[in-house]
């Protein structure tokens, strides 16, 4: 990477480098084992002149969102989460019957159905055609494109100005950030709200939340680079929500320049955590790499004695994050011999470069192994309770992240 891509300065430090993976969500059927499998870079930098932590565009967008693998639909803490959600903005930004709402990156319609129950007119853009279908056929309108300026006037010129334009876990996933901040602009009205969700980096720091790192996330934002690169489409942020999900998020509320007033009071308050952290100087960064070696000695140190000690262990989930996770520590079917998820699109595939086979939930209770590796780490409360069974037979939870723990119970 030669430039900062919100910036443009050459000014770059490395903040860790995971090595050579496959894209997280490209999961491999069958008959493709026998493939090559191509690796990119995963290494993250932050740049010293705006602090935008980011990974070099080695794969556009849409050789991963084209057809996706992920449907947001099955964590049920994540729809509970987009229903809150949508209540809260009704309120802020005043939404009546009249009020049009956007959403980008809209997945299988897990935000839009709760403004369709509220009978508020809405619009999913989502570039993935399977997600996108998946939404439609559950009765939210949703047009098959990525964001850009053109395709948000187009948007606007059709179905009129945004009220409220939602962009959840999506500001991450794009390598032209100042397009598609000019593209939220062109949606949103002159007086309207713009709400967006994205991993906070004082919490991946913080947490070593390493394998958040994956070549879908392009940049990792503080409020303060997030400031910066709302500012270059013309949107200021008032007010910031720090949020559980994903391990530590933070929910940014922009507005257009000409309408946005002052910040509010948390704003400021955010602002202050980042520089204490010292994540607008080297300080802040330079600790993280060897924490992160920690993490995946302290795992493989795990997996290795259990299978010496003839115990079994399996894995919970399939997400993108779980793969960073395998691909770093080398974690193959001698240690992990299969994972399962809810999701069915994922049954019968095989982790990316792990080649992990992806089994249904139920194989768990079948096999009674010894230890379930939670990899959705950060559905921990939700994920205990939907496991708690494993315990019935002496079974024990791991959670490899923020440092490997070993559950008995259901805590």
Request: charged fraction near 20%; proline fraction near 7%; aromatic fraction near 8%.
């Amino acid at each position: 990477m030669t430039r900062c891509r919100l910036c443009g300065s050459q000014a770059t430090a490395s903040v860790v480098d995971l090595g050579a993976t496959p894209p997280c969500e490209s999961f491999l059927a069958a008959g493709q084992l026998d493939r090559p499998e191509p690796t990119y870079p995963l290494h993250l930098r932050v740049c010293t002149d705006c602090w935008l932590a980011q990974i070099p565009p080695l794969i556009t967008p849409e050789e991963t969102f084209t057809e996706y693998a992920y449907f947001s639909s099955f964590s049920t803490s994540w729809v509970e989460h987009a229903r809150a959600f949508v209540a809260d903005a009704v309120e802020r930004a005043g939404l009546g019957p009249e009020a049009f709402v956007v959403e980008v990156a809209s997945n299988d319609g897990y935000l839009l159905k709760h403004v369709v129950d509220r009978g508020i007119r809405c619009l999913g853009v989502e570039p993935s055609v399977n997600v996108g279908a998946a939404a439609r056929d559950a009765g939210v309108p949703t047009l098959t494109a990525f964001l850009s300026p053109e395709t948000g006037s187009a948007v606007r010129a059709e179905h009129g100005p945004a009220d409220l334009v939602v962009a959840n876990n999506v500001y991450a996933h794009i390598p032209d950030v100042v397009g598609f901040t000019r593209g939220l602009r062109s949606l949103v009205a002159d007086d309207g709200w713009v709400s967006i969700e994205v991993q906070h980096l004082l919490t991946l720091i913080e947490e070593n939340q390493y394998d958040t790192i994956y070549h879908e996330h392009f940049q990792y934002y503080t409020v303060a680079s997030a400031i910066r690169a709302l500012a270059s489409g013309g949107l200021t942020l008032v007010d910031v929500e720090l949020l559980p999900t994903h391990g530590g998020s933070v929910r940014l509320w922009a507005r257009p320049d000409g309408v946005a007033g002052e910040p509010s009071r948390r704003v400021a308050d955010v602002l202050a955590r980042e520089k204490a952290a010292g994540l607008q100087e080297l300080s802040g960064y330079t600790e993280f790499s060897a924490r992160v070696a920690k993490v995946r000695r302290d795992l493989l140190r795990f997996l290795v004695e259990a299978a010496e000690r003839g115990e079994t262990v399996v894995g919970y989930g399939a997400p993108g994050k779980g793969n960073t996770l395998l691909n770093h520590c080398g974690i193959r079917p001698d240690l992990l011999p299969y994972t399962v998820d809810r999701n069915p699109y994922k049954h019968g595939r095989y982790t990316p470069g792990t080649r992990i086979p992806i089994l249904p939930p139920e194989r768990i209770a079948a096999d009674r192994p010894d230890y379930v590796l939670v990899l959705p780490w950060n559905l921990r409360a939700e994920l205990a309770e939907q496991l708690s069974y494993v315990h019935d037979w002496g079974g024990r939870l791991v959670f490899p992240i923020p440092e490997l723990s070993i559950v008995e119970g259901t805590s």
